[in-house]
């Protein structure tokens, strides 16, 4: 090998480090911008889940209300159904004295 050549390759090769280290610097650089960005981020997954939890427990609360209507309902259901049947007996009486007569 020339010296020239070695000398070429030397260059090209001091060239790639110099602009590897521009790169870093530039990455350098942008560190401060990405931690920023990264806060945000943050805080905006933060807002998010905060958000979601609240309107999970609504909900939650809303399936529970629910569920103590539907509850209170049968119960009513239930009086309900024993009144008609005391009806329907009553109604089966006069019916059986009627017909009696």
Not at 40 to 58: C, F, M, N, P, Y
Not at 66 to 77: A, G, L, P, T
């Amino acid at each position: 090998m020339k010296n020239e050549e070695i000398l070429i390759k030397i260059y090209k090769g001091q060239q790639r480090i110099e602009e590897k280290i521009k790169d870093l610097q530039e990455t350098i650089k942008m560190i401060p911008e990405m931690q920023n960005e990264i806060e945000h981020i943050s805080g905006a997954v933060t807002r998010i889940e905060v958000e979601h939890g609240e309107k999970l427990q609504i909900l939650f609360d809303a399936y529970k209300l629910n569920d103590d209507k539907i509850k209170e309902n049968n119960v009513r259901f239930l009086r309900n159904e024993i009144r008609m049947e005391k009806c329907e007996n009553e109604i089966f009486k006069i019916k059986k004295q009627y017909l009696n007569k």
